[in-house]
């Protein structure tokens, strides 16, 4: 056999498929080592994927500790449990009824206060008739202010009521009547 044989028996595309395999694995380790990849134990790699498991789990966890034990930030724990009871958006709603005056300016805020929110469903009451249709003619730029004070949609209507006397209605149904007549009048 001549040096010209040996080197094309090597060339020639082998039809084992155990050989086949090996030759693929060991490209695939040479193409590794190109990239920096270092070779670790079995036991290395677990404890890797449970580091990056546990650092996925703890922004939902109520864990105090983060990967690594150290201590989470008082507020990101907070975030996640407001999120878990689904309080957030209730919380955000606080916020821009807290900064009325803020968010929607002066004008406005002299003569409209929020009332409930409930479902995306934000009430205001107006200080007078004249004003609750304004506010109601003005709903769409009233909702958009507040929208973009959240930066997402989270109010999707705005219902606005005018001053009124005692009611005794507690809720989206009722029973039609005259109400207590007995304890007044």
């Known amino acids: 056999m001549t040096m010209s044989d040996h080197n094309a028996d090597e060339d020639a595309p082998s039809t084992n498929p155990a050989a086949l395999a090996r030759e693929a694995m060991e490209r695939a380790r040479q193409s590794a080592r190109q990239r920096g990849a270092v070779r670790t134990s079995a036991q290395a790699a677990r404890r890797a994927r449970g580091a990056a498991r546990a650092a996925n789990d ?11 034990r150290d201590p989470r930030a008082m507020s990101e724990t907070v975030q996640a449990f407001l999120a878990r009871m689904g309080w957030s958006e209730h919380i955000e709603m606080a916020s821009v009824t ?12 002299d003569h409209c206060e929020p009332v409930t ?34 930066g997402r ?20 149904r009722r029973v039609k009547g005259r109400g207590p007549r007995d304890t007044y009048g």
């Open 58 to 68: 703890a922004t939902v966890s109520s864990q105090p500790f983060g990967a690594g």
């Open 98 to 109: 807290a900064r009325w005056r803020e968010v929607m300016g002066d004008q406005i805020a």
């Open 117 to 150: 929110f409930d479902d995306g469903v934000l009430v205001l009451r107006a200080s007078s008739s004249a004003w609750a249709t304004q506010i109601q003619l003005m709903s769409g730029q009233v909702r958009h202010r507040i929208n973009e004070e959240f």
């Open 153 to 172: 949609e989270v109010v999707t209507e705005l219902r606005c009521i005018g001053p009124s006397d005692r009611t005794w209605v507690k809720g989206p």
